[in-house]
T-cell receptor
Framework: DAEITQSPRHKITETGRQVTLACHQTWNHNNMFWYRQDLGHGLRLIHYSYGVQDTNKGEVSDGYSVSRSNTEDLPLTLESAASSQTSVYFC????????????FGPGTRLLVL | AQSVAQPEDQVNVAEGNPLTVKCTYSVSGNPYLFWYVQYPNRGLQFLLKYITGDNLVKGSYGFEAEFNKSQTSFHLKKPSALVSDSALYFCAVRDFFSGNTPLVFGKGTRLSVIA
C-alpha cells in the first residue's frame, strides 16, 4: 500500500547543530508539505513543494530549508537548531489541486537541548 | 486570505451522547473544508471533506459535518459518542479561488468522551 513515512521518529540534538528530517511518500504525489505542531498553535506550515525543483516558504520558514530532487522525498533541514524548534514535525502529501486531500506521515518528535 | 477558527480548546461529552466540535472559516470565495483526527502519538487522519453539493457530509467512524454558508461554519458531529472518539480534532480550509495553496488548519479541539 502507498504510504508516507518519516524518519527518525524521535531525535534529540544540541543547539547549533544541523538536523535533517526525512519524508518519503510512495503515492507519487506532486505536492508535499512540512508542518510543525505546538501546543496552542495547532499546525503551522513551514515549507511546501508542488513538484521537483519547486519549493515555497510557509508561515514559519525562518531557520528551515527544503529541497526537492525527486517526487518521493522532501527532506527538512534545520540549519542551526534552536530550542524554539523543539516540536513535533509532520510531513504531508497530496495530488493535484483544489479539493485534493492531504495525507500525513506519523511525525518526528524533535528535542533541541 | 483564508483562515479557520475552532472556538473550543476542549469539549467533554458523555459516552452515548451526541457530540459537536465547532469550526468557522473565512475565505474570499468558496471553501473546501476538511476535518482531521489525531490520536495520541500519531499523525493526522482524514475524516471527511466538503467540496460542493449536499451540505451534510458523511465521513469515517460515523462522523458527519454540516456546511452552513450563511454562518460560515462546518461543525463536526456524531449522534452517539464513543470513548474511542477521544482525540484531537482539526478543521482545515482552502479557498477554491486560491488554486493549489496548502490547507490552513485551526488550532485543534481536544474531545474527551467520558464513560
Amino acid at each position: 500500500d502507498a504510504e508516507i513515512t518519516q524518519s527518525p521518529r524521535h531525535k534529540i540534538t544540541e543547539t547549533g547543530r544541523q538536523v535533517t528530517l526525512a519524508c518519503h511518500q510512495t503515492w507519487n504525489h506532486n505536492n508535499m508539505f512540512w508542518y510543525r505542531q505546538d501546543l496552542g498553535h495547532g499546525l503551522r506550515l513551514i515549507h511546501y513543494s508542488y513538484g521537483v525543483q519547486d519549493t515555497n516558504k510557509g508561515e514559519v520558514s525562518d531557520g528551515y530549508s527544503v529541497s526537492r530532487s525527486n517526487t518521493e522525498d522532501l527532506p527538512l533541514t534545520l540549519e542551526s537548531a534552536a530550542s524554539s524548534q523543539t516540536s513535533v514535525y509532520f510531513c504531508a502529501s497530496s495530488e493535484g489541486r483544489g479539493a485534493e486531500t492531504q495525507y500525513f506521515g506519523p511525525g518526528t518528535r524533535l528535542l533541541v537541548l | 486570505a483564508q483562515s479557520v477558527a475552532q472556538p473550543e480548546d476542549q469539549v467533554n461529552v458523555a459516552e452515548g451522547n451526541p457530540l459537536t466540535v465547532k469550526c468557522t472559516y473565512s475565505v474570499s470565495g468558496n471553501p473546501y473544508l476538511f476535518w482531521y483526527v489525531q490520536y495520541p502519538n500519531r499523525g493526522l487522519q482524514f475524516l471527511l471533506k466538503y467540496i460542493t453539493g449536499d451540505n451534510l457530509v458523511k465521513g469515517s467512524y460515523g462522523f458527519e459535518a454540516e456546511f452552513n454558508k450563511s454562518q460560515t461554519s462546518f461543525h463536526l458531529k456524531k449522534p452517539s459518542a464513543l470513548v474511542s472518539d477521544s482525540a484531537l480534532y482539526f478543521c482545515a480550509v482552502r479557498d477554491f479561488f486560491s488554486g493549489n495553496t496548502p490547507l490552513v488548519f485551526g488550532k485543534g479541539t481536544r474531545l474527551s468522551v467520558i464513560a
